[in-house]
């Protein structure tokens, strides 16, 4: 066996980012597995989670939070068919912040902001694998704000929207193949832009024990521009590219998150026990990402093929006494892709999280609350035909998970 150990922040940390709550795993802490997203409304997360839930305030609410991810992968493969197994290792942390405001004007309205869902996608590889002329390392990531505003339309009805601004930043990098013999170029891509989106959302109290939240995402696209560096290219493959018009070419590429539409309910026993539970529906057969190749006189996009993802979570809390609340919670969300269909670029599998934490009211009505959420993430198993050099590439994940430590403080 080959290995090759690639000790490295990882952008597969995004994959986490990008599969959950509308293609925006967010900042937000949620409950533990990210349950609790659309009906519950406790927080000043709200904003983000359903604008709606902020008419529940009767006063200024402020939520800060700390996720700190971790995740570890393991990439098995073969290459031209041979028996020989190589392996690539990835492991890294990411910190994620966030911060969330709700104001109520009156009783009928309130108005709040937050930040976007850090949005992203992902994959890290190395310098020196078989499939480097494709990609060594890649990122789409979104950030931005969320100005939300709510109305109570009755004691039980209340309608929120949001306008979602976002950032998107994409990085490509990989190597150039400079002939048989000669040591690789490199090539670099940054591309970014701004899209707008927007969302709605639906909260209706049955009764003071039960809510029932419904939000719709649109889907928000931008338009990346960027153009592409090259470097420690060889005499021939710089006079061929120059000459094709490769290396002064700039590239524009769409780039989008998809529209969703969640629906959630929460209910208190009275007894010290409450149920949330909430279902997604993610349009992801339109998500839309393209993969850069380097062609001797052109630089070309091409797509995955990519299908509708569901997803479902379960949570439950149970009050040990006033101020001490334990919670817990499951998720699972579908497959964004057939198998036959997974590549080097695009090896997005089924995943699923499980997760537990505790809540402490402090008697200066702040409370505090703190979780970790183990995630799978799926074998992801990929074939690659025609790469360059390589040939037939194949492969899968033999360790693929994470784990998210969330701290957050409302008050």
Not at 365 to 380: A, N, P
Request: hydrophobic share 40%; proline share 3%; net charge negative.
């Amino acid at each position: 066996m080959i290995q090759i150990s690639n000790k490295r922040r990882s952008l597969c940390i995004f994959l986490i980012v990008g599969l959950l709550s509308s293609v925006s795993f967010p900042i937000f802490a949620a409950d533990p597995a990210f349950t609790g997203l659309a009906a519950k409304a406790d927080t000043a997360e709200t904003v983000f989670l359903n604008p709606a839930g902020m008419t529940r305030f009767k006063e200024p609410a402020w939520y800060v939070n700390l996720q700190v991810i971790y995740t570890d992968s393991v990439t098995e493969f073969t290459v031209g068919g041979q028996s020989v197994e190589n392996t690539i290792e990835d492991d890294g942390f990411i910190f994620l912040p966030g911060l969330y405001y709700v104001r109520p004007l009156n009783d009928k309205w309130a108005i709040g902001i937050g930040p976007n869902a850090v949005t992203g996608f992902g994959g890290t590889y190395n310098d020196t694998w078989a499939g480097r002329y494709l990609v060594e390392e890649w990122s789409l990531v979104f950030i931005g704000v969320v100005p939300s505003v709510a109305y109570r339309v009755n004691d039980k009805l209340s309608v929120g929207v949001s306008l979602s601004l976002n950032y998107s930043k994409y990085t490509l990098e990989k190597s150039v193949f400079n002939g048989v013999g000669q040591s690789d170029g490199d090539f670099e891509l940054e591309a970014d832009g701004i899209g707008i989106g927007g969302n709605v959302g639906l909260l209706y109290e049955v009764n003071p024990q039960t809510r029932i939240g419904v939000v719709y995402r649109s889907e928000v696209k931008s338009d990346d521009e960027g153009k592409p560096e090259f470097s420690n290219l060889s005499a021939a493959r710089q006079s061929l590219l120059d000459n094709a018009g490769v290396l002064n070419q700039d590239i524009s590429m769409d780039a989008n998150k998809p529209q969703s539409v969640m629906v959630g309910v929460f209910h208190d026993f009275d007894n010290g026990w409450t149920v949330s539970s909430d279902v997604l529906w993610l349009d992801f057969s339109n998500y839309n990402i393209d993969n850069i190749t380097i062609g001797d006189t052109s630089i070309s996009k091409e797509g995955s093929k990519y299908k509708d993802m569901y997803g479902a979570s379960l949570g439950a809390t149970y009050a040990l006494r006033s101020d001490w609340t334990l919670q817990g919670g499951v998720m699972y969300l579908s497959s964004g892709m057939d198998d036959e269909d997974r590549n080097i670029f695009a090896r997005y599998d089924a995943m699923w999280a499980i997760g537990a934490g505790v809540e402490h009211q402090l008697k200066s009505k702040r409370k505090v609350d703190v979780d970790i959420t183990y995630f799978q993430f799926g074998d992801g198993e990929f074939t690659n035909l025609n790469v360059p050099v390589a040939g037939t590439i194949s492969g899968e994940y033999d360790t693929h998970y994470g784990v998210a430590l969330s701290i957050g403080v409302s008050f």
